[in-house]
């Protein structure tokens, strides 16, 4: 029932974001100051993560290649594979949904306990369009932010190879070209776009919508860090379920 | 001037507004007075238009609230200033974008036109000196006087304060009520206040309403809330450790 509730709630929400715009002028304004928040600072994290991860998944294959038979290059189209599939756009989303996920909904959080949302409410101002509106534009940027990941993760790759030593790098660079599908990129893409949409929103209906005081703030975040994490889960299933296998 | 006329508030099966009338004038400080749970938060956020009745009728100037379309409405609102009883204020703005915001939200000025309005405001208020201050770096005084500025900064008609010195050492109080009611007097606006804050209730309690169990028990001001003979006001009233030593006092001076 109280599942229901929030569903309806959600999407109630959804609408909302759209109705009675702010004035351009302010919203611009909040528009870039959430790039920076949410695109902006999360660069560096992602681009460690990425760097390594990429490097862990070459070794590995590297690992488990035992047989002579199988060409060195497969280690390059192995990480290529991993990493543009899922690594970058799900296990990055994941990551996300905890960094800025979390920052979402205590911000709005916040706000909402300190009558914030109240006082923009009584000036008559759409405290939904104001608040989700320019997380929502500056999320339409996290692409940008997978890309990265990828690439990154691919050079990872191509270092560990380097320094470890399984693979020469001109093998591994025939690697990430071999057998190369430009649907995967789609696909990933269209996941980016999907997962972004699911960062902006749940953490902001688990934030505007909350009750209570600092601690359930703290409560909250978690409460959306949970279900941001368990809905890009299942996006991830339903979207490779629908656009890779027919 | 507001009018309203015997409205009726429930949340699901509790009806916590029962019928209330009154009229707040222009130009003075009006007090809503009572119990914790008597209802005068919901009663104000009735006032403000958050909460609808689902009986009777306000009117603000003559404009019936209900009969009014979304566009009158919205202008209405734009004519309403509100301090929270916790300041609420934006804590991302220094305090001068705290009070410019209604300014770049509601009105069509260049940011100089801006800039000199919220100098005039926060001059009124006497904060000349924290403008680059963040909120987070005021004390709570300071706060509520930012909230008061950001309130009036776009010549409001209305004006509504919830417990607008909750928190504050009584000196700071009675600066923000005396702050409230020169605002008042000043600009002739319509004031209404909530508090439970007797000293308040002297200092500015021009016409006070006292709220029991979401009626109107007793409507009056300063000049007789201490000659009523209704015991739900003196209850009230001599609730405070305070008057009741100086109730004693003047009793055993009597003798
Ligand atoms: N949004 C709401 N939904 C349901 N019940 C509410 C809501 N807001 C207030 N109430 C109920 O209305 C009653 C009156 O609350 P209100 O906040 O108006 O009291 P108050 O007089 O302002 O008290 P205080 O002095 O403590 O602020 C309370 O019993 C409260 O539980
Ligand atoms: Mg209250």
């Known amino acids: 029932m109280s599942y229901l509730h929030n569903i309806g709630q959600y999407f109630l929400m959804i609408k909302q974001i759209f109705r009675k715009p702010t004035k351009w002028s302010v919203m611009r304004h909040l528009i870039l100051k959430d790039i920076d928040d949410l695109i902006i600072n999360s660069i560096g994290i992602v681009s460690f993560i990425a760097f390594f991860v990429g490097g862990v998944v070459t070794i590995q294959t590297a690992l488990n290649m035992t047989n002579p038979l199988i060409p060195k290059s497969l280690v390059g189209f192995a990480t290529r594979q991993s990493v543009i599939l899922e690594f970058a756009p799900t296990f990055i989303s994941i990551i996300m949904a905890g960094k800025v996920g979390s920052f979402i909904t205590s911000s709005i959080g916040t706000m909402r306990v300190t009558e914030q949302i109240d006082a923009l409410e009584v000036m008559g101002i759409n405290a939904i369009n104001y608040l989700v509106f320019p997380k929502f534009i500056a999320l339409m940027l996290y692409p940008f932010l997978i890309s990265i990941a990828m690439f990154l993760g691919i050079i990872g790759g191509m270092a560990a190879c380097f320094y470890g030593g399984f693979s020469s790098v001109d093998d591994y660079i025939a690697g990430i070209q071999m057998d190369f599908i430009p649907f995967h990129m789609v696909y990933a893409f269209i996941k980016t776009f999907v997962f972004a949409f699911l960062l902006a929103t749940i953490p902001s209906y688990y934030g505007y919508y909350m009750k209570g005081g600092a601690l359930e703030v703290g409560k909250a975040s978690t409460t959306s860090f949970v279900w941001t994490s368990v809905m890009i889960i299942l996006f991830n299933y339903i979207l490779t379920q629908m656009l890779l296998s027919s | ?255």
Request: charged content about 25%.
């Open chain 2, 1 to 255: 001037m507001i009018e309203v006329n015997d409205i009726h508030k429930s949340f699901g099966d509790s009806e916590i507004l029962k019928g209330i009338s009154t009229v707040f004038e222009k130009g003075k400080t009006n007090l809503i007075i009572g119990q914790s749970g008597s209802g005068k938060t919901v009663f104000l956020k009735t006032l403000l238009g958050l909460f609808i009745p689902e009986q009777g009728s306000i009117s603000y100037d003559g404009k019936i609230y209900s009969k009014l379309s979304p566009d009158q409405k919205s202008e209405l609102r734009a004519e309403m200033g509100m301090v929270f009883q916790g300041s609420a204020l934006f804590d991302s703005m220094t305090i001068a974008e705290n009070v410019k915001f209604p300014l770049r939200m509601f009105t069509k000025q260049n940011k100089s036109e801006m800039n000199d309005r919220v100098n005039i405001v926060l001059k009124r208020v006497n904060l000349d000196d924290a403008h680059n201050k963040l909120p987070s770096e005021a004390s709570g005084g300071m706060q509520k006087r930012v909230a008061i500025a950001r309130a009036i900064v776009n010549q409001p008609k209305y004006l509504f304060c919830d417990e607008p010195n909750s928190g504050l050492d009584p000196r700071t109080a009675t600066v923000i009520d005396n702050l409230i009611q020169e605002i008042t007097q000043e600009y002739d606006i319509t004031t209404v206040i909530n508090t439970h804050d007797m000293n308040s209730v002297m200092e500015i309690g021009e016409k006070i309403v006292f709220l029991k169990d979401g009626i109107k028990e007793w409507e009056g001001s300063n000049k007789n809330i201490f000659k009523t003979d209704n015991e739900a006001v003196t209850n009230f009233v001599y609730s405070s450790d305070l008057f009741q030593r100086v109730q004693k006092m003047y009793l055993e001076e009597d003798q």
